[in-house]
């Protein structure tokens, strides 16, 4: 009898348990169950691609301005950020020395032209002499020779002297260009020495209100920017403002730096209120591809997949997908749109294709993009096919029109049901609510 006691009891607890069991998974699966369809127009938009790449500004054309003699800064005319006209005097060196130069190389082309002259009335009156034999042909060829290294000799102080005139000249700094000084490197008194190189006295900015952005641009996106197309840069001085420029030049020569292979990208821009300075570091945005009035959806909706118990709409015929050929999606004599009852994973999870479409008649499954449409609040499948996509929205090439109703999430019967307790007056808070 006891025996009998402890099985009905061990029957009852095993009873109680499957019935729990059963009724959790029951509330559990009704509470993932399909619920309403979250979705969104299709629209007309601008969709564009880009790349980005950091430059430093720079003046469109500027000149560094040097000397060619050496000596003492004497005069400084101009100071930063002087404009200055073509041919203006910006500074002077000493011309004590080079005067004294020139002087003497103008005495010695008066003495090299007096010894010429009198050389060439020996010549004259030897010649006459030999005429009439009375002088030998030695003297005559002496006589020659003496002249013409004479006239040599005139030449090359001639020459000194116009070379010193020249560095007297040089003495005087002009500005080669209209600008505005960027740079001044010397000062009164200062010692420059143009013995091996020029030195740079001054830097001179043709334009400000034209820049160009020196960008490096990663080896993986050079190959997608070209001469013309359009750019967006900011600088840290003007953080809530945009400029546009365009790209000039891609420039073939590489710049290795720690492994890392760039290219200078000349863009170029307009400066006409000169916000933009020289030096500035800029961040672009280089627009590859643009395309206006795009037909385009969210691309999250390439990724959702209705959830099991989803009503499902049957296309209407003029909306249907052809058989066949649809650009890069191929959906061949036999595919099927219509769904079945069960779909694929949970809702809101997408990536592959539903087991809704059929296989193609060769026993291969259709390829290509697949979007779902909402018509009436029910599920319909549709093929399409894509072109460039800006990472938020991809453009549709084939498949949609404008105003269609594109499925981007759905919702569950559960986060459908805690709405409406929170949203209800009459539904008691969770625990602690009120002390928040």
């Known amino acids: 009898m006891k025996k009998l006691l402890k099985i009905l009891i061990i029957l009852v607890i095993l009873g109680a348990i499957a019935y729990g069991v059963k009724t959790f998974l029951f509330s559990e699966s009704a509470e993932n169950a399909a619920g309403p369809l979250v979705s969104t127009k299709v629209v007309q938009t601008t969709i564009s691609t880009t790349i980005s790449a ?171 920017v070209k001469q013309g197309q359009r750019v967006t840069f900011s600088v840290d001085a003007f953080q809530n403002e945009t400029f546009n420029g365009s790209v000039q030049e891609v420039r073939l020569n590489p710049t290795t730096t720690s492994n890392v292979v760039t290219y200078t990208v000349v863009i170029t821009a307009e400066n006409p209120e000169q916000k933009l300075l020289p030096g500035m570091t800029a961040t672009c945005t280089i627009v590859t591809q643009e395309i206006t009035d795009a037909i385009a959806i969210p691309v999250k909706a390439l990724k959702f997949t209705p959830a099991d118990g989803t009503p499902m709409a049957e296309p209407p015929k003029g909306m249907r997908p052809p058989h066949g050929e649809f650009g890069d999606s191929t959906f061949a004599k036999g595919d099927s749109p219509a769904p079945p009852a069960r779909m694929g994973p949970s809702p809101g999870m997408g990536g592959m294709p539903p087991k809704s479409f059929k296989k193609r008649a060769d026993g291969k499954k259709p390829s290509g993009n697949l979007v779902w449409v909402s018509i009436g609040g029910k599920a319909a499948p549709r093929p399409v096919k894509t072109g460039i996509s800006d990472g938020v929205n991809i453009q549709i090439l084939k498949g949609l029109s404008v105003g269609d109703s594109v499925v981007v999430s759905q919702e569950t019967l559960g986060s459908a049901k805690e709405k409406s307790a929170a949203s209800s007056p009459f539904m008691p808070g969770p625990p602690g609510k009120k002390k928040k």
Do not use: H, W
Request: glycine fraction near 4%.
């Open 54 to 224: 950091t430059g430093t500004l720079e003046p469109v054309d500027q000149v560094e301005v040097g000397t060619q003699v050496s000596g003492d800064i004497a005069k400084i005319n101009v100071d930063f950020n002087s404009k200055v006209k073509k041919g203006q005097v910006i500074a002077e060196l000493d011309k004590s020395k080079l005067k004294a130069t020139l002087t003497q190389a103008e005495i010695a082309f008066r003495s090299a032209e007096t010894d010429y002259k009198y050389k060439e009335s020996t010549y004259n009156r030897i010649k006459k002499l030999s005429e009439s034999n009375s002088a030998s042909a030695v003297e005559l060829e002496t006589a020659e020779y003496n002249m013409n290294s004479a006239k040599l000799s005139v030449e090359r102080s001639q020459n000194e002297v116009n070379q010193a005139r020249l560095n007297l000249s040089y003495a005087t700094i002009k500005s080669p260009i209209d600008g505005v000084v960027l740079k001044r490197a010397v000062e009164v008194g200062q010692t420059v020495a143009a013995s091996m190189s020029t030195p740079t006295l001054f830097v001179i900015a043709k334009d400000l209100s034209q820049m160009k952005v020196m960008a490096a641009v990663d080896e993986a996106d050079i190959g997608q």
